[in-house]
């Protein structure tokens, strides 16, 4: 098998994967400058929205949901929520 054999069978067909599968190799791929996700975390006692860049690396801290969108699309980026 060349290695040409192996990345097409680990690499999954353009509309024909789940998202939620993906390993954080793949994840950092789609564009660590392009895609930002959003998760509620605590911090001191206070709920907050952390923002965090495709690989994990923390962005920014916002007090709400909205906000933390709002900036992630006000730089051009595409996001999307942790649950």
């Known amino acids: 098998m060349t290695d040409e054999t192996t990345h ?3 690499t999954p067909a353009m509309g ?3 998202i939620r ?3 954080a190799d793949q994840l950092g791929l ?3 400058s392009q895609i930002a996700y959003v ?3 605590i911090v001191n006692g206070t709920t907050g929205f952390a923002i965090h860049a ?3 690396t923390p962005m920014a801290l ?3 949901r909205e906000v933390a969108m709002a900036a992630i ?3 051009e980026m595409m996001p999307l929520s942790v649950h």
Do not use: C, I, R, Y
């Open 21 to 23: 599968h993906l390993t």
């Open 16 to 18: 024909s994967f789940d």
């Open 54 to 56: 495709a690989d994990g």
């Open 8 to 10: 097409e069978a680990e």
């Open 62 to 64: 916002t007090e709400n």
């Open 73 to 75: 699309v006000q730089h």
């Open 39 to 41: 998760k509620p975390v």
């Open 30 to 32: 789609l564009g660590v």
